[in-house]
């Protein structure tokens, strides 16, 4: 007859032994790509017959000059990532208009503000996309889409990818967010020269691909 024994000490020490945690749990990268999106609603009208609101391509940080919240979801990595850098970026915007007069609308990709006319008159080619709306009633609805890479608006691909002027902070305000801006200016201007009363209605969705880099240490001891 097998004698039976007890085991009951062995099994209390091993139930009172500490566990082991794993030293070669997966970490967040030092550096990682990711997309961002911003989308605003707004209505380009006033007392003028040629209106553009401004939008900084490069900026995830606060992409809209004016104001508004950062692109999505940019908050989770501020606490993680000490800067970032806009790859490329693509865009849809629709116009509505709410005028009795035709007007042309436009979106505009440049270096320059967008807000200056002699920036509107001077985009041709592939940087800038326009559509003629009828008045209210008529064929007064369009949309464009497109994408760029942020070295196909300033020309250089070596400097928007490493140089610090095109590069941003995780904290900063826009003013220096990152140093040398590009801009997507979105607008409309009435044919006739009638001034935007009633205005032009718009909604803009911007997809950003985004280098977030120099990770910041998430615990002591931890090698950058």
């Known amino acids: 007859m097998r004698r039976r024994t007890n085991n009951a000490k062995g099994n209390n020490k091993k139930a009172g ?15 990682i790509t990711v997309t ?3 989308v605003s609603t707004f209505k380009l009208s006033g007392a003028s017959s040629s209106i553009t609101k401004r939008f900084a391509s490069n900026s995830v940080y606060r992409p809209e000059v004016s104001g508004g919240n950062a692109a999505a979801p940019f908050l989770e990595y501020q606490s ?9 970026y693509h865009y849809k ?6 005028e009795a007069f035709s007007v042309s609308t436009f979106a505009i990709n440049s270096t320059e503000d967008p807000s200056v006319s002699a920036t509107i008159l001077n985009a041709v080619g592939d940087l800038s996309q326009t559509r003629d709306l009828s008045a209210k009633g ?6 464009v889409q497109r994408g760029y890479r942020v070295q ?11 140089a610090d002027n095109y590069q941003g902070t995780m904290t900063a305000g826009f ?10 200016g979105i607008g409309a201007t009435s044919i ?9 209605e718009v909604i803009v969705y911007i997809d950003y691909v985004v280098k977030l880099y120099s990770r910041h240490l998430l615990y002591q001891g931890e090698q950058p």
């Open 17 to 31: 032994r500490r566990q082991r945690v794993p030293r070669n749990i997966p970490s967040i990268p030092k550096e």
């Open 36 to 38: 961002m999106r911003h």
């Open 80 to 88: 993680l990532f000490a800067f970032f850098r806009v790859i490329s």
């Open 93 to 98: 915007v629709s116009w509505s208009n709410l």
């Open 138 to 143: 008529g064929m007064d609805r369009a949309s």
């Open 152 to 162: 196909e608006i300033v020309g250089r691909k070596a400097q928007v990818m490493s």
């Open 175 to 184: 003013e220096a967010n990152p140093q040398d801006v590009t801009w997507l």
């Open 192 to 200: 006739s020269g009638s001034n935007l009363t009633n205005g032009v």
